[in-house]
């Protein structure tokens, strides 16, 4: 290596290792993250070409103030039937992954993620989608298939990997695959289903279909190759699709600014492709519902493609397999400038006079009840590690449509192992 | 017909049978493709359904996931096998296992077209043989044709399967059937029994290989390329060799390697794939495991070096005449 005294006359290099503000033990204060008011936002046309509002890329759509009123072009407008449904599944997320969470933590399934702090992303994006409408989700997007009222227990089925488990237990927990209600088979390869659903999104086009394609990455995760593959398409075939990347400003331990968060915005991303670009208050469910909703009548009109950035915060661990506690502030969570999602909502509902503290404490009642009951109904089809809940040959179903000798034969090996076992079976 | 015109025959005639094929990849559409398979697709099918891609294998990979998950039968071409390394994980993690991660409610039927292989001075960012990659990865299908007319039967064999498949094809003998002697041009498909292509619909199934010269002295596993160079030098010497042409890695004609191995005794495995933790470790720990009492001598394998695929040196890389007379006479010799 050459001695880096050499020539010293000439300024040294140093190279730059981005560093979270707070760590354990820090006070943590976001004074410096500008939250622009509510409703100081334009809303353009769906039909206005992408490089003439860049400004939104860059800002931060808001609809709630901090009165809980909802103010400005982008709000939605939503009748209070609409907006106590939202509210509704916003708490049954909660609910669910609060009562999963604790499932995990009693050993009664290997993994959970909770997407504490993130419901709107999810809730409020499908409620402005069609139903039909295909959702390539990543893994803290539970809120898709509660927004689209699929049974809890099927998806606590699949936690467990029980007998009712419709994927046969060969799927990590919560990678759920729910085709009837238009959600895409889960990969925990990161932003692998990026250029999946520009795909699927083009095929629809290319068949002169009318639904769009939505998918939700981390910002982490758009440092993947996948996701740039994804926007290059999504804007040469101006493919009807909705590119949501939420910023929960956590990749596990990895702060947003190892995904470049340091040098811009996520939603800036778009920029370069020619893609509308919308940075949105994550934890403003209405702010969520009306991107979403301009975005998919953008995709739905041949406008081409939308990236929304959801500016969020994760509440809690990446997974039960994280400890949050070990690399960021405890007081981050309390203290994030954009308040919590459900607070929020219920804030807006009560100011609109349509909600009360009351009906709201009933509700989280309710829910939870509602979660507890779907939990019994699935246990009783058992749980992860008390036995094997699927037939042992099924381990080979699947890999290919029929089953090729070499399968056939390592299932027969198999099986003849369970059976000089003793206890052929026993395990079930 | 030669291999090329089989190929954008298969492709033809299944955009003609069903709406749902399409075709994409780099230069594909407009051009034809750099190697013409895919021309006059476009100009015949429309631009919805043979289309340019942006350069990014892992796009095209994935899109075309995408677009199978939606229903549709994409055909994505990776201009080169060398380039496919990018879409590894779209092809590994995503296309084989969807089917069985999802219990069957999503699938990636998808076939994807790839050139592979030397013996054109492509050096080595245009001459590699991936396969071994791939036929260790549950839930991907591999093919490899050695003639015009395997080629488009297989292909639209693989069109028609509902399981991803990769289909690499021998760039070496696009043209016509070569001996290995890298100082003779490649004859002509004309004057090839496999030249003689239908020019309608067939299909060869996949999972079947082809006895291309019944022998009984040995066996010799081939695929690609190799077929036609150890047919030549098999003529040359006067050995009377049962020459196998697998056809389709995976799934594998296991009936067929074994009833030939246990009728000759002795077993060569050629393939220009670089050799450790290559195809051939595979066939040949098969052989052993099912033919071992019926051997008359060790395996032998012969394949290319372990090296990457050097330009200007190519003719020593590739295991031709030379390489592959020296393991006939150390097979033969007890």
Known sequence: ?428 | MNMIQAINSAMDVMMARDPDVIVMGEDVGYFGGVFRATAGLQAKYGKTRVFDTPITEIGIVGVAIGMGAYGLRPVPEIQFADYIYPALDQLVSEAARLRYRSAGEFTAPITVRSPFGGGIFGGQTHSQSPEGIFTHVSGIKTVIPSTPYDAKGLLIAAIEDNDPVLFFEPKRIYNGPFNGHWDRPAENWSKHPGGEVPTGYYHIPLGKAEIVRPGEALTILAYGTMVHVVRGVVEEAGVDAEIIDLRTLVPLDIEAIEASVRKTGRCMIVHEATRTSGFGAELSALVQERCFYHLEAPIERVTGFDTPYPHSLEWAYFPGPVRIGEALRKIMKD
Not at chain 1, 95 to 121: C, H, L, N, P
Request: hydrophobic share 40%; glycine share 8%.
């Open chain 1, 1 to 428: 290596m050459t001695d880096p005294g050499a020539r010293a006359n000439l300024p040294r290099l140093s190279l730059h290792v981005p560093e979270p503000r707070f760590r354990p033990g820090d006070e943590a204060d976001f004074a410096d993250v500008t939250v622009p008011p509510a409703g100081s936002a334009r809303r353009p046309d769906t039909a206005e070409k992408a490089d003439g509002f860049h400004e939104l890329a860059y800002g931060l759509i808001r609809v709630l103030d901090e009165s809980a009123q909802a103010v400005g072009p982008w709000d939605p407008k939503l009748d209070p039937d609409t907006l106590r449904r939202m509210l509704r599944y916003m708490a049954l997320v909660r609910a669910f992954d609060e009562r999963m969470f604790r499932a995990q933590r009693q050993g009664k399934t290997s993994f959970y993620m909770k997407s504490t702090g993130e419901e709107a992303v999810a809730v409020a994006a499908t409620m402005a989608l069609d139903p039909d409408d295909m959702c390539f989700p990543s893994y803290r997007q539970q809120g898709i298939l509660i927004a689209r009222e699929w049974s809890l227990v099927d998806m606590m089925n699949q936690i467990y990997s029980n007998s009712a488990d419709r994927l046969g237990g060969k799927q990590l927990p919560i990678m759920y695959s729910v085709k009837e209600r238009g959600f895409f088979s889960i990969s925990g390869n990161l932003a692998t289903q990026y250029p999946q659903a520009v795909g699927w999104a083009m095929a629809s086009a290319a068949k002169g279909d009318s639904r769009i394609a939505a998918t939700w990455c981390g910002e982490g995760s758009t440092a993947e190759g996948d996701f740039h593959s994804a926007c290059t398409f999504a804007s040469v075939y101006r493919a009807p699709v909705i590119l949501n990347v939420v910023n929960n400003q956590w990749a596990i331990s990895s702060f947003s600014g190892f995904a470049g968060a340091e040098a811009t915005t996520f939603a800036a991303r778009a920029l370069g492709y020619g893609i509308a670009g919308l940075r949105v208050d994550g934890n403003d469910a209405l702010a969520v519902y009306a991107a979403t909703r301009w975005a998919a009548e953008r995709a739905r009109t041949n406008q081409g493609a939308t990236l929304i950035e959801h500016f969020t915060y994760r509440a809690e661990g990446h997974s039960t397999s994280d400890d949050p506690s070990a690399y960021r502030s405890a007081q981050e969570s309390g203290k994030w400038p954009l308040g919590d999602p459900v607070v929020r909502l219920k804030q807006h509902l009560i100011a609109l006079g349509e909600w009360d503290e009351e009906r709201h404490a009933a509700q989280d009642k309710e829910v939870a009840e509602q979660v507890k009951a779907a939990q019994k109904e699935a246990e009783a089809n058992g749980i992860l590690g008390h036995g094997l809940h699927q037939p042992l040959d099924t381990l080979f179903d699947g890999v290919f449509e029929e089953m090729p000798w070499h399968l056939r034969e390592q299932q027969a090996q198999m099986l003849a192992e369970e059976e000089a076992s003793g206890r052929p079976w026993a395990r079930k």
